[in-house]
């Protein structure tokens, strides 16, 4: 099996490769039709993929691909509402040009996107069949992304995953640790809803349903609903650091920070179809988060 991955150096392509190598991830071991895989890991400065002749030219040099996992993208929400051209240039046509290069040697496409395309205007978990309407650049340029590697390529996965933490990067896991030790106070969101996810979960379901031709959109999430603010309390709390925890609401964290893009209110997913194809193996977000915790030091380090 000849497989590439993009944005191999970030949070989830660092999981993918960590299962890939290792062959087990937290939840299990990883399907056997991966042994003797040969991957080709690359990130920005190898292969940009907002570039399209240089797409091409990649592919044809180093392909013919069975699997591509796009981990690609720009994922500083408020960073991409400073600049959405150059968001939309990663987000979306980057998604165009690979799947435009998969189709063109009949790879399958794993492209990964976001609870960030749903308005988070309904307290209730969101299904793939949910109509989207991002309120963020960030959204707006992922929810681009789908509509156009969809159209580019039939064998294109889109998986949707949320408020994700692996060991390699910076991600707001080690944002709560690191403030924490700092200042011994954290100040979060309290009335933002959606799932914290663990990147070696979602890689491992990645593997998989990458395995099927079930093509389509994919919601992928630890299981359970919370607050940022939980959820940053669950951090401190399992790492076991005493601290001042001051929770906001969304209307204080703005007039604080005016610059920050908006976040849905409510962005809970449902992991529907996973269930229905595969069964649904993702951990409750506690249970992940504890394995993390547990697991930082030794594999990730800090931020
Ligand atoms: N992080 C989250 O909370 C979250 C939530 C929902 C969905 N997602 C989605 O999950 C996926 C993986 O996210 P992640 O957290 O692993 O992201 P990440 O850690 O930010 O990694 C993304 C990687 O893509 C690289 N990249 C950026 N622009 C590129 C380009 N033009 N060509 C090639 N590589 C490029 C980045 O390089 P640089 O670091 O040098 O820019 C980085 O190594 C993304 O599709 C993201 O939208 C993430």
């Not at 580019?152 to 889109?158: G, K, L, P, Q, T």
């Not at 959606?194 to 979960?201: E, K, L, Q, R, W």
């Not at 959109?217 to 940022?228: D, K, L, V």
Request: hydrophobic residues 40%; glycine residues 8%; contains cysteine.
């Amino acid at each position: 099996m000849n497989i590439l991955i993009t944005g191999a150096r970030g949070q989830l392509g660092n999981e993918l490769r960590r299962l890939l190598e290792t062959g087990y991830a937290e939840i299990g071991a990883i399907p056997a039709a991966y042994e003797g895989a040969q991957v080709d890991y690359v990130d920005f400065d190898v292969l940009d993929i907002s570039n399209a002749p240089a797409v091409e030219i990649w592919f044809d040099e180093h392909g013919p691909y069975d699997i591509v996992f796009n981990c690609a993208a720009a994922t500083n929400v408020d960073g991409c509402e400073a600049d959405e051209a150059r968001a939309y240039h990663v987000n979306a046509a980057g998604a165009e040009n690979l799947a435009l290069a998969a189709a063109s040697c009949g790879a399958k496409l794993v492209h990964v996107s976001t609870d960030y395309v749903f308005p988070g205007d309904v307290p209730e978990s969101r299904t793939e069949d949910d109509p989207v309407c991002p309120v963020s650049a960030y959204g707006r340029t992922k929810w681009a992304g789908e509509v156009l590697a969809q159209a580019a390529c039939d064998r294109v996965f889109i998986v949707r995953t949320a408020w994700l933490y692996g060991y390699v990067g910076k991600n707001f896991v080690k944002t709560m640790l690191r403030l924490v030790r700092e200042s011994g106070k954290i100040s979060v969101v309290a009335d933002q809803m959606g799932n914290p996810t663990s990147a070696n979960d979602l890689a491992y379901e990645m593997l998989k349903i990458a395995l099927t031709d079930e093509y389509g959109t994919y919601h992928c999430t630890n299981n359970g609903t919370c607050s940022w603010f939980d959820f940053a309390s669950a951090i401190v709390d399992g790492a076991g650091v005493p601290c001042e925890k001051e929770p906001l609401s969304s209307q204080e964290y703005k007039r604080r920070f005016p610059q920050s893009a908006d976040r849905p209110q409510y962005s809970s997913l449902c992991n529907k179809r996973l269930e229905a194809t595969l069964g649904d193996e993702m951990r409750p977000w506690q249970k992940a988060l504890a394995s993390y915790l547990n697991n930082l030091a030794e594999r990730g380090g800090t931020e």
